[in-house]
């Protein structure tokens, strides 16, 4: 294959290999190198020197048992031999660890070995023979008086000696020299690399240079004439195919562009119109929710007019003539007053339900304990009536509208004494908690509870799941209920892990900042 026609990409692959390659040989040959000056330089330093240090400490416990022997022989006592015996303890030691040192070198080792025959033969022909015939016969003079004998075997043991120091000195000058030139030679693999990469360095630049950073800058200043509206002008590029190829697909949008310029303007104008209409539509719309909200308000009032009217006039019907019509007469007039009075009541829980969110007061801190107290209030004469309990411990202050989060309380505790079981006391608990970010709410009671299936549909408004002969009501109240938490920030449900009665649990944001509130527990009975 042309090399001219490689890709960047294999250019730079095929540098990068050939001067990882050189680099892996010089990074193989440093190690072998550096291995084997450390191994050289330990063998100095832990073996060779410490072996030549012991043969000067060989000489000097060899002199002291010489002095201490001798002066054992002119005085006889026991004491005198005491410097004699540590040395030959110590000479003992010190071969022992010369051996030690030396295992690797036969040679060396070998001298050892002389060194501790030569040794030993000076004590057992010339101290020791001595040392026994002063115990036998008592000081002497003469006797202490070196001969020509001992002198011969008491020199051939320092000669040893100071063989070994030579052999020492040369081996550990030989080895100094191999680390010398094992450490030049790393230096010299070192440089060499330094040179490697400095070179690959330099071509790596030049070779993006010519490939990538020229082509790229013709490319950009065809690009800039295209961009300053010269959409007829053809874009070329040269270099490695990657960039033929990336100026070959520049050209296409620029001719993709120029095709279709057009279309762009007019989608612009037609999303421009659009965007016009649309705001039309949207005061429009504006305007028809205010139109419709002071249509509810004053058609709400126009109805429960007539429906007053009828209510009173059904109501004056009963009194004036109860029990003098039959009796189907007196159920169709209590029928109609009951007719009139839950439309009113239905009117009025709409106009509650519509006003949610819409006529506001602005959100405040808002301390739910008051607010529950006040609620439980409205139930005064059904608590005593029932001896119903409502218990509500240490609740927050949260960011509200006091009316509305009134509102909410209202309704589920007058749902929970409305829907009370027949034959428990009522009681009522709210608590409270925090969740991360908000606050969660329960309303807990022990009434006749909500199936499961149903547990959506009590928030639809309008939906019953009981007949209002048995439980009065517009079927309206949890819908507001879950309107206010709404408009607040918060969600609403019927925990289903409930046994006994119905628990509503809800949500509030928590205050950006939210003050210490004093902790208190209030129990309504």
């Given at each position: ?41 330990a ?41 004699y ?14 051996e ?7 040679a ?57 120091r ?98 762009v ?66 159920q ?15 009117i ?7 006003r949610?969110?819409?006529?506001t ?20 004469s ?54 991360g ?6 309303v ?21 799941l ?21 408009y ?38």
């Open positions: 294959m042309n090399p001219t026609k490689w890709s960047l990409w294999r250019r730079i692959i095929a540098l990068c290999a050939v001067v990882a390659g050189v680099l892996g040989i010089l990074a193989v040959s440093a190690t072998v190198a550096a291995a084997a000056n450390r191994a050289d330089t063998k100095v330093m832990d073996r060779l020197t410490p072996a030549l240090i012991n043969t000067e400490e060989l000489y000097s416990q060899l002199l002291r048992q010489q002095t201490s022997a001798r002066t054992f022989l002119l005085t006889a006592k026991d004491s005198d031999l005491d410097t015996r540590a040395a030959q303890q110590a000479e003992t030691e010190i071969l022992a660890d010369s030690r040192l030396l295992a690797d070198e036969p060396l080792l070998s001298a050892v070995h002389d060194i501790a025959a030569a040794t030993s033969r000076y004590r057992r022909e010339i101290t020791e023979p001595l040392i026994a015939q002063t115990r036998a016969q008592g000081p002497s003079a003469e006797r202490a008086t070196p001969t020509d004998t001992s002198r011969a075997v008491y020199t051939a043991a320092s000669d040893r000696i100071n063989a070994l030579t052999a020492l000195e040369a081996r550990r000058d030989g080895v100094a020299a191999q680390v010398r030139s094992s450490g030049n030679i790393l230096i010299l693999l070192l440089v060499f690399a330094g040179i490697v990469i400095i070179v690959a360095g330099a071509s790596l630049a030049l070779l993006l240079r010519r490939l990538v950073t020229r082509p790229v800058t013709e490319l950009a200043a065809e690009v800039r004439m295209v961009a300053a509206g010269d959409y007829d002008h053809e874009i070329t590029g040269g270099g490695p195919p990657e960039l033929a190829a990336l100026a070959a697909d520049v050209d296409t949008m620029r001719r993709r562009i120029n095709t279709e310029l057009r279309d303007v007019e989608a612009r104008r037609l999303v421009e119109e659009a965007n016009r209409m649309l705001e039309q539509q949207a005061a429009e719309l504006t305007r028809s929710n205010r139109d419709l909200e002071q249509f509810a308000y004053v058609a709400s009032h126009d109805l429960q007019e007539p429906l007053r009217k009828v209510a009173s006039f059904c109501q004056l019907l009963q009194r004036r003539y109860a029990r003098q019509l039959d009796e189907r007469a007196d169709y007039i209590a029928f109609a007053v009951d007719g009139a009075q839950r439309m009113q009541r239905l009025n829980d709409l106009l509650a339900f519509s949610i969110g819409r006529l007061s602005g959100f405040n801190d808002i301390d739910l304990n008051k607010v529950v107290v006040d609620s439980a209030e409205q139930f005064e059904q608590r005593a009536t029932t001896d119903a309990e409502i218990i509500f411990t240490d609740l927050p202050v949260v960011r509200g509208e006091e009316p509305l989060l009134g509102a909410l309380f209202s309704n589920l505790i007058g749902n929970a004494l409305k829907f009370r079981h027949p034959d428990r006391t009522p009681r009522i608990v709210i608590d409270s908690r925090q969740d970010d908000e606050y969660e709410f329960s807990e009671d022990n009434g006749i509870g909500i199936e499961p299936e149903f547990a959506d549909k009590v928030f639809v408004i309008f939906q019953r009981h007949a209002k002969d048995a439980y009065p009501g517009t079927g309206i109240g949890l819908a507001i209920a879950k309107k206010i938490v709404e607040h920030g918060g969600r609403i449900w019927i925990d289903p892990s409930q046994a006994e009665g119905t628990l509503f649990r809800f949500t509030i944001p928590v205050p950006v900042s939210d003050a210490p509130v004093l902790e208190l527990e209030e129990s309504v009975r």
